[in-house]
T-cell receptor
Framework: DTAVSQTPKYLVTQMGNDKSIKCEQN?????MYWYKQDSKKFLKIMFS???????INETVPNRFSPKSPDKAHLNLHINSLELGDSAVYFC???????????????FGSGTQLSVL | GENVEQHPSTLSVQEGDSAVIKCTYS??????FPWYKQELGKGPQLIID?????GEKKDQRIAVTLNKTAKHFSLHITETQPEDSAVYFC????????????FGQGTRLTINP
């Protein structure tokens, strides 16, 4: 069983379209994330979300919005896609631990988004 | 905020040799430093981490060293094998919360048979 699964693996679409990427984790973690990896492999956090708060990286355009129907899912909706949105998007999850212990991130295998 | 610089961006070594990847960080209050390995077509996976109260940590063929004074930490892989070929990311974090992790730019490591 894949711990963090995201679909689709590849997404090719036209500029201006609206698309969604789905993510599910079966680890029982309480926090989920979306990361963007650009063509130079640079990894940047977009959102983190648990049932208490949504933390948004201030550089993320408001065309991007996370939607969490329940604790095990965090989907990413993108409106009015632009050429610059082309990248690999990774979902991840972690379990908030007691003070002094560190949260290990578990990543999905990524969604390659190509905007034409 | 935190800034993490990683070098080199690409590294090629002969199988059996050692590989070293270095990172520097800017925030002296950072206290947690993980390393992630990303294989082709997969997401990053944690391979080793170190906290600021420890100078070195080892797990079989991989080790991480931390120099808090100089604000740099390094990943050492000994007796490299073809399956070590991947992109490696260092990261640094101040305080708690995985969302505070700041990643380096990544190093593409190639092991030549």
């Amino acid at each position: 069983d894949t711990a963090v699964s995201q679909t689709p693996k590849y997404l090719v679409t036209q500029m201006g379209n609206d698309k969604s990427i789905k993510c599910e984790q079966n680890l029982g973690h309480d926090t989920m994330y979306w990361y963007k990896q650009d063509s130079k492999k640079f990894l940047k956090i977009m959102f983190s979300y648990n049932n208490k708060e949504l933390i948004i990286n201030e550089t993320v355009p408001n065309r991007f919005s996370p939607k969490s129907p329940d604790k095990a899912h965090l989907n990413l909706h993108i409106n009015s896609l632009e050429l610059g949105d082309s990248a690999v998007y990774f979902c991840a999850s972690s379990q908030e631990r007691d003070r002094g212990r560190d949260e290990k991130l578990f990543f999905g295998s990524g969604t390659q988004l190509s905007v034409l | 905020g935190e800034n993490v610089e990683q070098h080199p961006s690409t590294l090629s070594v002969q199988e059996g040799d050692s590989a070293v990847i270095k990172c520097t960080y800017s925030d002296s209050a950072s206290n947690y430093f993980p390393w992630y390995k990303q294989e082709l077509g997969k997401g990053p996976q944690l391979i080793i981490d170190i906290r600021s109260n420890v100078g070195e940590k080892k797990d079989q063929r991989i080790a991480v060293t931390l120099n808090k004074t100089a604000k740099h930490f390094s990943l050492h892989i000994t007796e490299t094998q073809p399956e070590d070929s991947a992109v490696y990311f260092c990261a640094a974090r101040r305080g708690r919360g995985a969302q505070k992790l700041v990643f380096g730019q990544g190093t593409r490591l190639t092991i030549n048979p």
